[in-house]
Each structure stands twice: as structure tokens, then as C-alpha cells.
């Protein structure tokens, strides 16, 4: 397969459809896969029409089942320590100025779970099962599960799910703020694309700022992630989308935002 057809990308309006497609391997993330996700996430990040991100997985079975194991035979600690070196798919995510949401439609295991994690939204579908099994290979979490896991769902549960290698369920998930929703499997991305049409019908300025300004709340001290916070808020002060936005309320009209 290219690369362009092992993630392939859709406009949807606003939103952009990301699927993972290597449904015969579960979506399991190798090499290639990887090098093609930044690829799209670079030039979805550049492209003002696009305005939030849906990631979902090929098929009905896997949202994405991990790393490829394939890759890890025959690989030593000087490769492995190069391939991690890259930049990685969980920091594009992350870093990412647009909103992000990920359509869990079925296994997210390992390095799924990892890029799910790394999403700013999860939903799922009922039939979706989670887990961290890299204990089961020996080896741990390397896509950051360690890190984000913990702060997502907090150190007890992160640390059941990675010592243990257990699947849960989407219930579970739920239950655990693992998820922020659980769908029947034919309503997901229905519901995925219509919230990031919500979120795109916002100010893009906004919406980044108020995405890094979020996401800082979990790695900075309270003093700095509040500096933060009103230097985020000035800037938006500077935007033409609050112009925008303080007018079209005072005019009782919808805003249209220019994202600028
Ligand atoms: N890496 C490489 N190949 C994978 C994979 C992964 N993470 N997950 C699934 N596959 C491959 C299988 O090897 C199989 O390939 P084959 O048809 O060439 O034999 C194919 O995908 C289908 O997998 P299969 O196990 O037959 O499907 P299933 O629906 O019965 O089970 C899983 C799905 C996801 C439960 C099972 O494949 C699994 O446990 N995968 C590994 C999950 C894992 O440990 N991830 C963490 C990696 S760090």
C-alpha cells in the first residue's frame, strides 16, 4: 500500500475524516503508517479550511491494535532508541493547534490506546475494548502511556490497566473518564463528526488557545498555568474572530469567524 493509503484523509465541511487503514492487521501503527499520520497532520494543521481533526480506524473491528509487534523482532535498543528519537505521532496529536477527536470503533490497545490518549476528545463505540497489553510482550508503554494514562484516569486505574495487560470494556472505559462517550457502532462517527462541526463552527483562534491553555492545566503549577491562561486571553484580544464574535452577539446574529 502508498502511504496515502494507509491513512486516508476526507473532507467532511469543517472537519476532517482520518482513517487508519490496515483493517487486515487490526490498524496496527508500523513504520509507514507513522510516517504517513505526520504527514497528514502537518498539512491538516496548515490548511485554515480544515478546523478540527476525527481519527478513526478501518473497518469494524480495530480502532488501531497497537504498534505492529512485527516490527519489534530482530530490533535492538540502538534502533529502538533512534525510531523513538522521531518525532512521534502522540506529540503531533498533542501539539496540534486544531481540536482533536478520536472515534474509538473497536480494539484501541497499546500504541492505539497511546494515540487515543494523546486525542483532546474520545468517544467510543460500544463495542470498543481498551487496554495497555504491553506487558504481555514484556516490554511497557512507550508512547507515553505511562504519562498520560495516569493523568487521564488517575494512578490506581492507569496502573490496573498497564501492570494487569486486561482489556476493559466501553462501559468501563467510561466509568473510568477513560471515554468522554459511548455510541451504538453506527451512530460513532456520526456523533464524532457532528461535535467537531460544533467546534468548528467556533473561533479557531479561540479554540487553539483554549486547547493549549487546557492541556497546559495538567503539566504546569497552578501560578504558571495561570500566566499562562491570560496571555492566551490577551491574545485572543488581538484576534479578529473576538471582534467578530463580541459584535455578532451584540447584534443578536450567528458570528462568522474568519479564524484570524
Ligand atoms: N501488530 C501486528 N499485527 C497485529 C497487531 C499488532 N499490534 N494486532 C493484530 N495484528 C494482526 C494479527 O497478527 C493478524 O495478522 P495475520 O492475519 O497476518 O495473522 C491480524 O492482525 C488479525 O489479528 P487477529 O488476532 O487474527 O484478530 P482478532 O480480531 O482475533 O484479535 C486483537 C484482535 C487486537 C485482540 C489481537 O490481534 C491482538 O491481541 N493484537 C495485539 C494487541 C497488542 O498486544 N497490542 C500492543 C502492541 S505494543
Known sequence: MSESEVVLVETRGRVALVTMNRPEKRNALDGQMRCAFLGVMDSLNRDAGVRAIVITGAGDKAFIA???????????????????KMPTVFNALERSPKPVIAAINGYC????MELALAC????????????????????????????????????GAALRLIL????IDASEALRLRLVEEVHAPEALLERALALGETIASKSPVAVSAAKEATRAALNLALDDGLKLETALFQLCFASQDKVEGVRAFLEKRPANFPGL
Open 120 to 155: 483532546d476528545i474520545r468517544l467510543a463505540s460500544s463495542s470498543a475494548r481498551f487496554g495497555q497489553p504491553e506487558v504481555n510482550l514484556g516490554i511497557i508503554p512507550g508512547g507515553g502511556g505511562t504519562q498520560r494514562l495516569p493523568r487521564i484516569i488517575g494512578q
Open 66 to 84: 497497537g504498534a505492529d509487534i512485527s516490527e519489534f523482532e530482530g530490533r535492538g535498543p540502538v534502533q529502538q532508541y533512534r525510531a523513538m
Open 109 to 112: 490497545l497499546g500504541g492505539g
Open 164 to 167: 494487569t495487560g486486561e482489556l
